[in-house]
């Protein structure tokens, strides 16, 4: 009989970072618990984290590389996909340049250590233009705005609710009791939003729904989906009307406050109260309370972002908080300052641009060096010089996930050449050619790289594999540095060269950005001192020394390395939020820019759409406290009980179309239509339906028996490819005109 062993670490289905205690017998995972010792958690946990255990010994996911025959798909070994690969992606850039092979990453990577710190490589190594990722049907708004407001990539410049001593939070198009925070990193949501009303904070959400948060705030009010912008704006009309602007920690620190005034002059609450649905004395009176509360944060998320006007909501967000002092306060809006800097390894520049070239075919503009997500089917699609002709997919769903979904699978069918690096066989990936599997999150270590930029308190955790993969499966990590490897000639090299020319990038970077904190350090000295000999592992050794808290490579001894965080497996913490402001700004003036061009210029539109009669019935989305965007549905605990994809519809709406509660509704948008069960519900407003993502399995030449049992429908055939926010590029995923009819007419 094997022996039991406990082995900790975060879980990986949310942003959360929620410790788990995982209860193993040789490679097996008996059980799966919240780890009470976690100082960030202290034993929270959601049902999905029992998902690790399924996911570990789900029959559907792919162990070994797969390739799509006539007959069906067969089993290679890993040498032989990668020199396929290699060859066939080889040959379609030799005859149509490297911006005919398009890459996209998916939401999973943030949480694949090995994957997120090895993506930048393939990215070379790829070299093309057509470079894509779920930011666009997620947080692209965030980072236009934050960028050009203070000057950082992201996500350093996004400034992240101090949730545990704020006096006031304004939650607007979030629902953290479900999603459990997004771009605000903290486990117990829940728990944290109690927190706030239980030592005499007030909790506000303003949504179109009335949400799980809703619930347990003092308050609710409900907006049209899109009426975001105008109602912030017609916030900070009325702060600047009753005088009570005040700058806080960024007086003298900002630019365009004048601007900014000028702006919002014509968005009165008065003038903004019917196209957003807010009555002009909630929003007037809920701009008192924010500029009255000790402290306070706007926090906005997903329904600020995938909207119609996201960048101008998200800045609506931030200049609420900067201009009611509440930016780099505590209990306001504050900057992480994590243990392992991984930015530090990022080209260092002054500034923040977007558009520095253009989409081929619809002209939009790239941010970080992509293209908004929105335009890859187009790319596919659109013949020319330039077309996408092949395309390799890092863990992402796109035909359930992305808008426009019919096309999109349209678009994948009709590829020269489709490579997923993915675990299931799914909507998406049934189209590839070659399916690369990597291990289970339960099968490899991990550090969050990513989402401790943006916790709510400073921590560091090490995650260990429950179980190690079995003998010969390559982790993420070597996946993709060997795919590197292949596309960029160096097929010759060993893992180890190629890893150190890895680490010799991320060395040179953080020595470059981080040379103030440690003078005289060099990278003879970091390489010659590192503990670990390959991998993400040694990287994150590097980051968390050269780090804020790190040793410095014995320059301060008590300081953090590896070693000492992997003495505490629970995790430590490293004390709350500090005021960071001036060192975090990285604009050319050195300042916060109040009232970007990007911004200002696209005032003109909203104002615009606000003449319009609207009167439409829109779609907005709904997540499930049980699954994660599209690839949870397998996990046969997850998906029992009570149908969830179903259209909520509010009680007039359905009595005015004569639908009840079980009946079948077809809803139509300018590009598809679907079917779906109704609820009637008042938890939504009038004119709003709601429709979750992520589903639509059941479909011919997938392997994903249990979530084809419990199809559901995809809601992202009824949105639109071509409605965006201008600004950004964002897919409006939230806010679809749609007609709605009995499924019988
Ligand atoms: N209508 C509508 N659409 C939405 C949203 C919405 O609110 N409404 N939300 C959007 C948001 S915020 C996001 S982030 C996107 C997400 O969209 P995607 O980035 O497409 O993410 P998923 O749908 O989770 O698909 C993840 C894929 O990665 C694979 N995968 C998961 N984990 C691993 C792993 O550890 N290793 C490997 N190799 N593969 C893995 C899965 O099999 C699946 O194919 O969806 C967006 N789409
Ligand atoms: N259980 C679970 N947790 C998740 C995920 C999941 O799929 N399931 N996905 C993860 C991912 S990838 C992300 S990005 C986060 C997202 O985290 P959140 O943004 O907190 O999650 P959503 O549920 O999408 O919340 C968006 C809210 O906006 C509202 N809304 C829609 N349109 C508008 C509008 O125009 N204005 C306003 N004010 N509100 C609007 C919706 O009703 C909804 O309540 O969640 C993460 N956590
Ligand atoms: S909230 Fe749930 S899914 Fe998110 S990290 Fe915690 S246990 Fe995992
Ligand atoms: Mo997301």
Redesign the pocket.
């Given at each position: 009989m094997p022996n039991r062993e406990t082995v900790h670490r975060v879980c990986p289905f949310?942003?959360a970072t929620c410790g788990l205690s995982i209860e193993v017998e040789g490679d097996a995972i008996v059980s799966v618990r919240g780890d009470k010792e976690d100082p960030f958690s202290r034993g929270f946990l959601?049902p999905?984290a029992y998902g690790l255990k399924e996911l570990h010994h789900d029959p559907d996911r792919l162990r070994r590389p797969v390739r799509r025959t006539a007959s069906g798909w067969e089993e290679i070994s890993w040498e032989e996909a990668y020199r396929e690969i290699g060859e066939r992606i080889g040959r379609i850039r030799r005859e149509h340049g490297n911006d005919a092979v398009g890459f996209y990453t998916g939401?999973p990577v943030v949480h694949d250590l090995g994957a997120l710190l090895y993506r930048p490589l393939l990215e070379r190594a790829l070299g093309t233009r057509n470079s894509f990722n779920s930011s666009a049907i997620?947080?692209l708004p965030k980072i236009v705005q934050t960028g050009l407001m203070f000057g950082r990539p992201f996500p350093l410049g996004v400034p992240v609710p101090d949730i545990d001593r704020t006096d006031y939070l304004l939650v607007?198009?979030?629902?953290?009791v479900?999603?459990?925070?997004?771009l605000m990193t903290m486990p117990d949501a829940p728990g944290r939003l109690k927190a706030v009303r239980a030592r005499g904070g007030k909790l506000v959400v303003?949504?179109?729904?009335r949400?799980e948060?809703a619930r347990i705030a003092d308050e609710h009010v409900f907006?049209?989906?899109?009426?975001?912008a105008a109602f912030l704006f017609g916030m900070l009309h009325a702060l600047f009307e009753e005088d009570r602007v005040d700058l806080g920690a960024a007086s003298g620190l900002v630019n365009g406050l004048d601007e900014v005034r000028g702006v919002v002059e014509g968005f009165a609450p008065e003038a903004v109260a019917e196209f957003s649905g807010v009555p002009a004395e909630t929003t007037r009176r809920l701009a008192r309370e924010i500029a009255a509360a000790e402290s306070a944060a706007c926090y906005?998320?997903?329904?600020?972002c995938v909207?119609e006007f996201g960048t101008l909501?998200s800045w609506g967000c931030d200049l609420v908080n900067v201009l009611t002092g509440n930016l780099d306060r505590p209990g306001g809006v504050m900057f992480t300052t994590p243990a392992a800097p991984v930015d530090a390894a990022l080209p260092q520049s002054k500034g923040y641009e977007i558009g520095r070239w253009h989409s081929r075919v619809s002209g939009q503009p790239e941010v970080d060096g992509k293209v908004p997500s929105s335009t890859m089917a187009e790319e596919m699609l659109t013949p020319g010089p330039g077309q996408v002709r092949a395309m390799l997919l890092l863990m992402t769903n796109p035909v359930c996930s992305a808008a426009n979904s019919r096309q999109l699978d349209e678009a994948f069918a009709q590829l020269e050449f489709l490579v997923a690096v993915d675990f299931y066989i799914n909507e998406t990936t049934r189209h590839a050619h070659v399916i690369l599997p990597t291990p289970a999150p339960s099968e490899h270590a991990g550090y969050e790289v990513g989402l401790y930029l943006l916790s709510v308190r400073n921590v560091a955790k090490w995650s260990w594999p429950a179980v190690e993969p079995g003998e010969g499966v390559p982790d993420s990590w070597q996946v993709l540095s060997r795919l590197g490897a292949e596309l960029m000639g160096l097929r010759g090299m060993s893992e180890q060269e190629v890893d150190d020319l890895v680490l010799g990038q991320y060395v040179a970077g953080s020595l470059a950005a981080l040379q103030e904190r440690w003078p005289g350090l060099t990278a003879g000295e970091v390489t010659a001192r590192l503990e670990s000999r390959v991998g993400p592992e040694r990287l994150v050794e590097l980051l968390l020394r050269v780090g804020p808290y790190g040793d410095g490579f014995g320059r301060v001894p008590d300081g953090l390395t590896l070693a000492k965080l992997r003495e505490a497996p629970s995790g430590l913490d490293l004390g709350p939020l500090q005021p960071r402001l001036p060192e975090v700004l990285n604009t050319t003036s050195g300042k916060v820019e109040l009232a970007p061009k990007t911004m200002t210029g696209d005032v003109a539109r909203l104002r615009a759409r606000m003449e319009e009669r609207a009167g439409e019935m829109v779609l907005?989305?709904?997540?499930?406290?049980?699954?994660?965007?599209s690839f949870m549905h397998n996990l046969p605990a997850l998906v029992k009980g009570p149908e969830k994809c179903t259209l909520h519809i509010s009680p007039l709406d359905a009595e005015r179309i004569g639908l009840d509660t079980g009946q079948v509704a077809r809803v139509f948008s300018r590009v598809g239509h679907v079917e779906a069960r109704v609820e009637v519900t008042d938890d939504l407003m009038p004119g709003v339906v709601?429709l979750p993502h992520?589903w639509g399995h059941g479909v011919s030449g997938t392997r994903m028996r249990v979530a084809n049992d419990h199809p559901g429908v995809n809601a992202n055939v009824l949105t639109d490819d071509r409605a965006y926010d201008v600004a950004s590029g964002t897919a409006v995923l939230?806010?679809t005109p749609v007609k709605v009819t009995p499924a019988g007419e």
């Open positions: 949310c942003e959601c999905k939401n997620d947080t607007i198009g979030a629902n953290p479900v999603s459990h925070g997004s303003v949504d179109p729904r949400t948060t907006i049209r989906p899109g009426g975001d906005g998320r997903l329904g600020t909207q909501a907005i989305g709904r997540r499930e406290l049980r699954y994660s965007n709601s992520g939230m806010g």
